[in-house]
């Protein structure tokens, strides 16, 4: 499937790496050849975890509780972690200290972290010109403080793997979250791997997931910690990864993984000896439309010599760069291209690009320094607002656990769960809902007593059977619920590839959140589906109903056409016909003809 038919781009020239720093307003420091930092730089802004201070010089006792109360309200901003830049005035311009000064100033910043019981590590240190050329040469320094949670329950950042078979995205899990290089035949995979043929044909079939933990310092816990309690004890900082396939045949997994996983952000990995396959450019446009911000990771640099890598990063900078995306690359090779990537994430207008090997372990350590300096989607404000909302948990898996019962997977999205809470389960064909209670809690596979909006768990929800649970389902911390459980609803989509696949009285697959359901297209515009423009379909769930938000987004897919779109309105169950299993035997029928 050609690009083209995904995101619709016409071929443009793309800047350098250079021009990409220098163009983003908000991405911090502008990059200059030799990585020192410019001479001026955007204000102080109001809002967010970025602080300037041109000098922490001996405060005295009433200015330092100002001090620590500032940097409170900025750890709150970035959700427990705050960029501090010495050195710099409130209007951006780069004074510089002497280095007495500068140690001063990052041992009073230190100071004030310790009393918020947070950490700080000096990310980097660069001289800048100096106001005269007899003064002492004068430094700038960018430190990151970092504070974990009073509850100890750190938010991950969840990051979707997505991209071709034979890339490597399993090995590259594989030696980021257990710290052993690859033997190059795929040793380094084989703790992720779920199943006989997957191991047998090296190919990843399934949904698969790793956590990657960071301490207040920086470092990866993963190596050092034996248990599950000492990884939880020493995390200041979670990456969540979700391993999706990359086999066409596996691509129906991999829509339901990305749907219900809701990703922050998205890694495209590419192997740097095949280049941009067909997958990789649908991926690309699955994460762009979906406004997933992504980031790549070239792999399997080791194979293949310096020319076919540069032709995969032109690749990308071509593809990424036509009028409509209007991306540019940055080419990260060092530590400190990390740290300017890590600020422009969330920028829809950059993608980092990072070429590693998971064999010699080259820029291995550069990749996890900007995974540890990843920001958080979501500002102290959001998340709380999400935490007072009634509880929403979205049914992704269901187990039998001997001993136990029926114990449900899935993801949190709105509320908290603690041990003990009645719940409401649906809703099931008919649209009703059944009581249940919480017996059992664990999250980063430990027992806990509570999860928060946004995280991943299992509960234990013994009074039902495994064989009545499905996935799409959601338990609810609220009875009022009937006004979001519909059969049919309304959708703006527009069509990524074949809009004519989708018409009237045909039947699509629709995958929106953890539901994952055919639906029959019971009416859309005149003017039908075309690529890039917007049109109103009206749906209709085939076996169950379901329980669906207005403003959810969901993917389409018939046959080879892919469409994204947002729901707007529902019709209630109530309003409408409940159809029996014969009446969906028969609309089967007729579709099918």
Partial sequence: MASSDLIRLMVSDSPSAKDVLSSNPGSGFEASEDQEFPQCVPPEPAEGNIEYKLQLLDPSQSRLVHLVTQMKWRLREGQGEAIYEIGVEDCGALAGLVTEDLEKSLNTLKTMASQLGASTSVLRRCSVEPPSESSAERFVAEVLVRKLPDDNQVLPNRVAVLGGVTAGKSTLLGVLSRGELDNGRGSARLNLLRHRHEVASGHTSSIGHEILGFDKCGEVVNYAARTAEDFCDQAAKLISFVDLAGHQKYQRTTMFGLSCSRPDYAMLVVSASRGLVNITREHIGLAMALHVPFFVVITKTDTCSSAERERTIEQLTRLLGRP????????????????????????????????????????????????????????????????????????EDTYEVSGVGCVVGGILTRGVIRLGDDLELGPDQQGSFKLVQVTGLRRDRLPCRMIRAGQVATMAIPAVLRSNVRHGEVLLGQPSHTESVCFEFEANIFALSQPMAIQTNRQVLIYMGAIMQ???????????????????????????????????????????????????????IHEEHVPTKEECRRKQRASSR
């Fill in 324 to 395: 409509g995306s209007s991306r540019t690359v940055l080419h990260v090779k060092k530590e400190d291209d990390s740290i300017l990537a890590a600020k422009v994430m969330t920028s829809d207008k950059q993608t980092p690009v990072f070429t590693v090997s998971c064999v010699s372990g080259s820029n291995l350590d550069i990749l996890k320094h900007f995974l540890n300096l990843l920001p958080a989607c979501l500002s102290d404000e959001e998340q709380s607002k999400l935490e007072e909302d009634c509880a929403e948990f979205q049914v």
């Fill in 518 to 572: 055919g639906a029959v297209v019971l009416d859309m515009d005149e003017d039908g589906l075309t690529i890039g423009k917007g049109s109103t379909v009206k749906f209709r769930f085939v076996r169950n109903a379901e329980f669906v938000r207005t403003g959810s987004r969901l993917i389409v897919r018939c046959a080879r056409c892919k469409a994204l779109g947002e729901v707007t309105s529902i019709t209630r």
